[in-house]
């Protein structure tokens, strides 16, 4: 840690769970926990229920965290809940375009919050998929990737979560362009069928990233959950019983799920950190 590094970090965790329950952010939670206690830094937290309460951060936290969550995010819009969601984009955006405010805010969007940045920010087409994706899946780093310090140490491709009814296609590079955004990841190929593969990572803007997969995910919760009698019924009557083995065969494979939730969201906040330390040489 550098001696230039900030005495404190205010982090803002965002729940779209709308009160379902989940892993993820009991994820969040110990990532942000366990940054702290790897940290000499001060870091203090606080979660915002969005969808249920509309509950929004303000402009005095450093690093945002917005989570996944169930359901369509498409039936949401013109929502009050989604109108404020995107305002809250949109104010953290101009605080960060202007000069003055040296020091940025960072903002990290998972799975349904990345979907929703994709709406607002308007860079492809977000639609329902065929079927559900749900599984431990490779992820491919595009090469714009390689400057990205929150892939540091991962192999391309590279093993998360994914679990989503819906997704991220088709481009509009123009727009992409006019942003300065840029693709950092794509899912697996699929030779065997006609679909267009869908976004799994993008950096927005300088201050904004988000990925389409589940990076928090850790195995030995997601082990324990599949285990349950109740999930494990589930996924084999929907998905069968080789895809429950299968699943549970990468939790177990240190170079897959543990490996990416050791790397992404530690890489992010590590980095933020050490931009916050050059700001304020």
Not at 36 to 52: M, P
Not at 68 to 94: A, H, Q, T, Y
Not at 112 to 141: D, N
Request: hydrophobic residues 35%; negative net charge; aromatic residues 12%.
């Amino acid at each position: 840690m550098s001696d230039n590094s900030p005495k404190s970090i205010r982090i803002a965790i965002l729940d779209l769970y709308d009160g379902s329950p989940n892993q993820g952010m009991r994820c969040i939670r110990e990532l942000v926990n366990h940054f702290a206690e790897n940290t000499r830094i001060d870091v203090e937290w606080d979660e915002f229920e969005i969808r249920k309460e509309e509950n929004l951060p303000d402009l005095s936290y450093d690093v945002y965290i917005s989570s996944g969550g169930p359901g369509s995010p498409l039936v949401s819009k013109d929502s009050s809940w989604e109108n404020k969601f995107f305002n809250w984009i949109e104010s953290v955006d101009k605080y960060n375009n202007k000069v003055e405010n040296r020091i940025k805010k960072k903002i990290f969007f998972i799975c349904h919050s990345f979907q929703l940045a994709c709406r607002y920010f308007e860079i492809a087409q977000v639609c329902q998929r065929k079927s559900t994706a749900f599984g431990i899946f490779p992820i491919h780093l595009m090469q714009a990737a390689s400057e990205e310090l929150i892939f540091e140490g991962l192999n391309n491709p590279f093993y998360s979560v994914d679990s989503r009814d819906y997704q991220v296609i088709e481009p509009n590079h123009n727009r992409l362009e006019q942003l300065g955004a840029t693709i950092l990841a794509i899912e697996k190929e699929r030779p065997h069928v006609p679909y267009e593969r869908a976004l799994m990572a993008v950096r927005f803007n300088e201050n904004m990233i988000g990925t389409q997969f589940h990076p928090e995910a850790d195995a030995i919760g997601m082990s324990l959950h599949l285990k349950t009698a109740e999930k494990k019924e589930t996924v084999i009557k929907n998905y069968g019983l080789d895809k429950w083995q299968s699943m549970i065969d990468h939790l177990n494979d240190p170079e897959k799920i543990m490996w990416t939730y050791s790397h992404i969201i530690p890489n992010f906040l590590q980095n933020v950190v050490d931009e916050f330390a050059l700001s304020e040489v």
